[in-house]
């Protein structure tokens, strides 16, 4: 992942932010491959009749393309409303098209999908309650929800909040980072904990099945295994997994 250039022009607003194409739209492999697997757990092998999965807010396409040897015979289809993002997501997965979760919905018919990914998408939106009644309406009852994303408590930021240092993940700005460590600007704008995540999951017509944790690749490289250890408890872990299903 690249850092948005200091010479990159400024955003006027966050649809200008996204079309840049300095701004990384990838998270890690070992987030990637740990919801997968998770995914593939839920759908099981492809009998008789194939899962039609969506990557919402699918980026450049890593985690389609990474999930995709592990749901042989499931057909997963790319969306995203950026058109570079789209771009480069074509160049991994088959079907990519674009698509948004407010405004004029997904376009997808109701109760089409059996599965939604929802990849480090949802710490960017500014209305995350319809997002999540746009991915209920395009699920059929009982479809699963696999989401991802950054752990506000992750155990790194325990110990920064109480130095009085702005937690990793948190920004501020869409110019620059202040107040915390880091160097990429990657436009979140909304934070969970693993209390606060399941509860608004399931306050938006899910049931909660599982909370898991994955590693964050940004962690220096002498840290990391102290979280990959960290992912045994998934209070503490720097990445949020949740499984989901519709109600």
Known sequence: MTALPTTAPRPENLRDFYENPAVPVASGTPRSLRQARM?????????GRPATVLDIGCGDGTAAATAAPLLPGHRIVGVDWSQD???????????????ELTGGGLPFASGSADAVLFSE????????????????RVLRPGG?????????AAWYNRALLLAGVQPVFSEVSLR???????????GHLRLYTPRALREFVAASGFTVVRLEGAPFHGVPRPLRPLDRLACVRPQLASILLLHARRT
């Open 176 to 186: 620059g980072i202040h107040g915390r460590p880091g160097k990429e600007v990657v």
């Open 85 to 99: 993002a789209l771009r480069r997501a074509r160049t991994r997965v088959p079907h990519a098209v674009r698509g």
């Open 121 to 136: 998408v949802i710490e960017h939106l500014v209305d995350p309650d319809a997002a999540l009644d746009e991915i209920r």
């Open 39 to 47: 995914l593939a757990r839920a759908l099981g092998p492809a009998a």
């Open 144 to 152: 699963h929800l696999m989401l991802s994303t950054p752990n506000l």
